[in-house]
């Protein structure tokens, strides 16, 4: 077989796991800096008279000491800016340097208590579950013509933590060494990861199925890989095309959405390589019952 990569499953394993370690010890040890959503802060929604730009608004906040705020452009040249907890004195002064660009209308405050923060990282955690829960049922029912349909769920699911576990590790390195917070737009990308990464495993997924289906072959090792083969060149173009487009969007949008770019481009290239190599061999493991070679001193051993 010329692409035998179901028959390397536990190399990529292998890859899988001390990726997975790495990123755990990386959490572990590093943490993450929390963004004015997920601890306090204050949002000020500011109207100015004159068209000003982006980058004007954006200086003026830097130079006055609040460089890891967030600006973002409403519209009609209404900007929003999030800073960290800011007193009367310290928005009086904020918005006096704002003034010397185009004289503002009135101007809305809005404080981020610890109580919201907390509030939002319960949401936060609850949408990337449900987001989880949703993706097992619907590739369970979708493949529910197949024998054990629940296990091209559970594998998908696998595939993502691996996915999620591996954004955040490389964050976790990246808020640490660039001083990069998490904030809504973080978790925006962790989603959008999910939605990414279960794309192309049910396009693989479906071509087993197929496969399977028309009795491609009885063993089901060669089916899936064979399945891999026909739809590796499709999984490859769509994630180098995406992959261009993301970080077009990293280079010339701004920094705002930067935790989103990068995030979606780490899972991205994360959910490229199990869809290929994780997902698919996670099945035919599951259908030989080789759980026990997971034990690292097997792994060296010849796949069934």
Same mark, same amino acid.
């Given at each position: 077989?010329?692409? =035998?990569?179901?028959?390397?499953?536990?190399?990529?394993?292998?890859?899988?796991?001390?990726?997975?370690? @790495?990123?755990?010890? @990386?959490?572990?040890?590093?943490?993450?800096?929390?963004?004015?959503?997920?601890?306090?802060?204050?949002?000020?929604?500011?109207?100015?008279?004159?068209?000003?730009?982006?980058?004007?608004?954006?200086? #003026?906040?830097?130079?006055?000491?609040?460089?890891?705020?967030?600006?973002?452009?409403?519209?009609? /040249?209404?900007?929003?800016?999030?800073?960290?907890?800011?007193? =009367?004195?310290?928005?009086?002064?904020? #918005?006096?340097?704002?003034?010397?660009?185009? !004289?503002?209308?009135?101007?809305? &405050?809005?404080?981020?208590?610890?109580?919201?923060?907390?509030?939002?990282?319960?949401?936060?955690?609850?949408?990337?579950?449900? @987001?989880?829960?949703?993706?097992?049922?619907?590739?369970?029912?979708?493949?529910?013509?197949? !024998?054990?349909?629940?296990?091209?769920?559970?594998?998908?699911?696998?595939?993502?933590?691996?996915?999620?576990?591996?954004?955040?590790?490389?964050?976790?390195?990246?808020?640490?060494?660039? $001083?990069?917070?998490? $904030?809504?737009?973080?978790?925006?990308?962790?989603?959008?990861?999910?939605?990414?990464?279960? /794309? $192309?495993?049910?396009?693989?997924?479906?071509?087993?199925?197929? $496969?399977?289906?028309?009795?491609?072959?009885?063993?089901?090792?060669?089916?899936?890989?064979?399945?891999?083969?026909?739809?590796?060149?499709?999984?490859?173009?769509?994630?180098?095309?995406?992959?261009?487009?993301?970080?077009?969007?990293?280079?010339?949008?701004?920094?705002?959405?930067?935790?989103?770019?990068?995030?979606?481009?780490?899972?991205?290239?994360?959910?490229?390589?199990?869809?290929?190599? #994780?997902?698919?061999?996670?099945?035919?493991?599951?259908? &030989?019952?080789?759980?026990?070679?997971?034990? !690292?001193? &097997?792994?060296?051993?010849?796949?069934?």
């Amino acid at each position: 077989m010329k692409f =035998d990569i179901i028959g390397k499953r536990y190399r990529y394993f292998l890859i899988s796991a001390l990726l997975v370690v @790495a990123s755990i010890v @990386a959490m572990s040890t590093l943490g993450f800096k929390k963004g004015i959503e997920f601890s306090s802060g204050t949002v000020l929604t500011v109207p100015f008279e004159n068209a000003v730009t982006y980058d004007q608004v954006r200086q #003026v906040v830097t130079d006055e000491g609040y460089g890891t705020g967030i600006v973002q452009e409403a519209g009609n /040249n209404e900007f929003v800016i999030r800073t960290t907890e800011l007193t =009367d004195a310290e928005e009086t002064t904020l #918005v006096q340097a704002l003034q010397q660009l185009s !004289p503002t209308g009135d101007i809305s &405050k809005a404080d981020v208590n610890p109580k919201t923060a907390s509030e939002t990282v319960r949401q936060s955690i609850i949408a990337i579950l449900a @987001a989880s829960i949703g993706i097992l049922l619907y590739i369970a029912w979708a493949f529910r013509r197949m !024998p054990h349909p629940f296990r091209y769920g559970a594998c998908a699911i696998a595939a993502l933590v691996h996915d999620i576990v591996v954004a955040l590790g490389v964050y976790s390195i990246l808020g640490a060494i660039l $001083n990069w917070e998490i $904030n809504l737009m973080f978790i925006t990308g962790l989603l959008a990861i999910l939605g990414y990464s279960v /794309n $192309n495993m049910v396009v693989i997924f479906d071509r087993v199925r197929e $496969n399977t289906l028309r009795g491609l072959h009885p063993d089901f090792t060669v089916t899936v890989n064979g399945s891999l083969v026909e739809t590796l060149g499709r999984s490859m173009n769509t994630t180098l095309t995406t992959v261009l487009t993301v970080l077009a969007v990293l280079l010339f949008v701004g920094s705002d959405i930067r935790n989103f770019a990068v995030v979606l481009l780490t899972g991205i290239i994360a959910g490229t390589y199990d869809s290929i190599f #994780v997902a698919p061999a996670l099945l035919v493991v599951w259908d &030989k019952g080789e759980w026990s070679r997971f034990l !690292p001193w &097997k792994w060296g051993a010849k796949a069934a």
